[in-house]
């Protein structure tokens, strides 16, 4: 069986599922945010903890592998990853700020339906990385495979929904905000395929 790591140490490795983790409960508190708009500053106010909590986590990274002579996977895989994962709650904090920023009281139909694309996709990641220490090719294949997918499916949403906006929508202002709005959440998606794409590379890098 493959191995993504082949040291007994698996301190780099629990530093990425606590990220993905915490990104997870972060695109929750997104989705509940949009349920909910109108208490959702005490939504965006545990999103910003949650992305605070990471950045922590991303410093913690650096300064373990500035410690380590011998590093599991290469340092520069290892600083691709965490920083890709961090462009993930960076991408949910973005996108609840610019909620809270505009002053959001009506939502697009959309929001809701790529809210749980965004959480189904980022939940895939942190399962990927919950398998890390027996990861295998299948298994990122199939995890690849299943992100994609949802990734085509937000990428659907979206194309629909800016074609809406754009024909539907009378508010140069609003039209501008939502715009934005959506950008951001595409931004997450692309953030999980990079995931993705860069556990891949680093799986068949171990074969």
């Known amino acids: 069986m493959f191995k993504l790591w082949k040291t007994n ?10 990220h993905a983790s915490n990104s997870l409960i972060a ?7 949009f349920g909910d708009i109108g208490n959702g500053e005490k939504y965006y106010k545990r999103i910003v903890e ?6 922590d986590i991303v410093r913690e990274c650096h300064q373990l592998m500035d410690e380590t002579f011998i590093t599991k996977i290469d340092k520069s895989d290892i600083a691709g990853l965490i920083q890709k994962l961090d462009d993930i709650i960076d991408g949910i ?11 959001i009281t009506k939502l ?13 996709m980022i939940g895939s990641v942190d399962d990927l990385l919950r398998e890390i220490h027996n990861l295998t090719p299948q298994v990122v294949r199939e995890g690849a495979v299943l992100i994609k997918e949802l990734e085509k499916e937000a990428d659907h949403i979206l194309y629909d929904v800016t074609q809406r906006i754009f024909k539907e929508e009378s508010s140069a202002k609003s039209l501008i905000q939502w715009k934005d709005i959506f950008e951001a959440m ?5 953030s999980c395929e ?6 891949n590379s680093i799986s068949r890098k171990g074969t």
């Open 93 to 103: 904090k973005t996108t609840a700020s610019k909620v809270m920023i505009y002053r």
């Open 50 to 55: 949650l992305e605070q909590i990471n950045d």
């Open 9 to 18: 140490d698996p301190i780099f490795e629990k530093i990425f599922r606590r």
């Open 186 to 190: 595409d931004g997450i998606t692309d």
């Open 27 to 33: 695109s929750r508190e997104l989705l509940a945010l």
């Open 194 to 199: 990079d995931v993705s794409d860069l556990i």
């Open 108 to 120: 697009q139909k959309e929001v809701g339906s790529l809210a749980v694309i965004v959480t189904k």
